[in-house]
């Protein structure tokens, strides 16, 4: 089964990367940050210069690891489940490889078998997965 | 759910995890039941590390509400909290003396739902780029559930600070806490 880890979501769920060991960069212009406006803070840490394409590739690079890594199960299951009860959207249909040693999963959605997050799981989340085959 | 803090069985399954990891085995891979056991007992724990350290959730969702801070910075603060608090569970439960002497406050489980409703929030949110139909909320959406939730947080009522996992913080929250 190919999975497929596209850089635009990786960066966009950057901020999961220091579960994989991925350590985010010293942001010595977080001051500057404060400054803007919420627009121009987003595109300000799109920048590749600010978030470098280094450290977004060193998490695709760890979620790739996770993946092929041998004690790392596959299990269908979905996103979301709990959010649609809030009736925030439907839940996504997807693949859970998660690894209990760890406790990192990562999230793919059926259409596409696109990355769509990857995180360390708490054990209320553990839990979800266990009883449900669910997160979030 | 296991609602009972069972501390003995708590420890006793945390051996039997121990000893089977340094088998290259785990209690997942070798009793379900066991594990599924073992993670209700980590949650009971959990929920009480949330409580115990709610004043650095509850100041951050202030910030957000004031819009002192914005969205993204929410999350990476939100996620860093929530990795300390992970590391001081695995911390404690490491130390079993000090895990038999943990107290569970009978709030802890009402204020970390509260909790995991803001992070499946923060996983949830979207930019308003977004199509309509694709997975999640828009920011209008999740200000006035963070709103809301901010208003509940509060209204749990407080109780003296733990004694048992005072406040934990890497350097780069002090950080970062300083800086917004």
């Known amino acids: 089964m190919p999975f497929f880890i596209d850089e635009t979501t990786a960066r966009k769920k950057i901020y999961h990367a220091p579960d994989f060991n991925v350590a985010l960069p010293d942001n010595p212009d977080l001051e500057y940050v404060k400054s ?4 121009y803070r987003l595109k300000y840490l799109s920048d590749q210069s600010i978030l470098p ?16 890594d041998p004690t790392t199960e596959i299990q269908v299951g979905t996103l979301g489940g709990n959010g649609a009860t809030k009736d925030w959207n439907e839940s996504i249909p997807g693949t859970h490889v998660f690894n209990s040693n760890t406790g990192n999963d990562v999230f793919f959605a059926d259409d596409g078998f696109k990355f769509h997050t990857g995180m360390k799981f ?3 989340q553990r839990i979800d997965l266990e009883d449900n085959n669910n997160i979030l | 759910m296991t609602k009972t803090f ?3 069985r708590y420890i006793e399954l945390l051996k039997k995890d121990q000893s089977l990891k340094s088998k290259n085995s785990s209690l997942y891979k070798e009793d379900r039941i066991e594990y ?12 009480q590390i949330l409580y115990n350290r709610r004043h650095y959730y509850i100041s951050l969702i202030e910030k957000y509400v004031t819009n002192e801070i914005d969205s993204l910075l929410l999350r990476i603060q939100f996620f860093q909290i929530q990795r300390e608090d992970k590391k001081i569970e695995k911390d404690v439960e490491k130390n079993f003396e000090r895990l038999s002497n943990v107290l569970i406050d009978s709030k802890s ?5 509260l909790i995991t409703d803001i ?7 979207k930019p308003d780029s977004e199509p309509e139909e694709a997975y999640g909320i828009t920011e209008l959406r999740f200000r006035a559930f963070l709103e809301k939730t ?3 947080m509060k209204n749990i009522k407080s109780l003296p600070g733990s004694k048992w996992f005072p406040g934990y913080f890497s350097k780069s929250t002090v950080i970062l806490s300083t800086l917004l």
């Open chain 1, 36 to 39: 803007l406006s919420t627009k």
């Open chain 1, 53 to 68: 394409q280094k450290c977004v590739g060193e998490y695709m690079k760890k979620l790739g690891e996770h993946v092929l």
């Open chain 1, 122 to 124: 708490n054990y209320v």
């Open chain 2, 6 to 8: 069972n501390k003995i």
């Open chain 2, 36 to 47: 599924r056991e073992l993670l209700s007992y980590g949650v009971i724990l959990y929920n």
């Open chain 2, 109 to 113: 489980d009402e204020f970390s739902m």
């Open chain 2, 119 to 125: 992070f499946d929030a923060c996983e949830a949110l």
């Open chain 2, 150 to 152: 901010f208003l509940q």
